[in-house]
């Protein structure tokens, strides 16, 4: 292998790294001001979390059946999905996430104009194999894209 070559492939190791800080600081960005009500406040003593980030809600809604959730408890998660989507439009932030699968999926962001907004499309990989967490998460985060959509398409 050749200096440049060698270079090229830190050059591309960097920028998938840098990559996934910057999709993972949208994810784990807290958001302030979400309201709790009784209903919230027994999950996120059960859960031990906050629920005011994407990721807290997206992980503990995929592995619902580990943490032993009922389907009402589930609800309060995309209840709290909505609220998230709701504080980003008031900071004018507006993603959608995108996985993919098989053998190279697509990992990164990709600015997108719609509507006149900046839409941040956010890249987030995938695997070949689809199970019931898999299906989970592809479902919060759908769920996501279209309360985000029906901001954006406004």
């Known amino acids: 292998m050749t200096h440049g070559q060698e270079e090229s492939i830190e050059a591309h190791v960097y920028s998938v790294e840098s990559s996934k800080v910057k999709i993972d600081e949208i994810k784990n960005y807290p958001v302030n001001g979400l309201i709790d009500n009784d209903s ?16 807290s809600c997206v992980l503990n809604y995929k592995f619902s059946k580990v943490n032993k959730l009922t389907s009402d408890e589930e609800i309060q ?10 504080m980003f439009i008031q900071e004018e932030k507006y993603f959608y996430f ?12 990709e600015l997108k104009t719609i509507n006149n907004k900046e839409v941040k499309v956010i890249h987030l990989g995938g695997g ?14 759908a769920y996501f894209n279209a309360k985000m959509e029906s901001y954006i398409e406004d």
Do not use: F, H
């Not at 998660?77 to 709701?86: A, D, K, M, P, T």
């Open 40 to 55: 919230i406040i027994k999950l996120k003593e059960k859960l031990n979390s906050n629920l005011n980030t994407i990721a």
């Open 77 to 86: 998660l995309l209840n709290r999905i909505s609220q998230i989507v709701e």
């Open 98 to 109: 995108q996985l993919s699968t098989g053998y190279a999926p697509v990992y990164g962001i």
């Open 128 to 141: 070949c194999l689809i199970n019931e967490v898999k299906k989970k998460e592809n479902e919060v985060y």
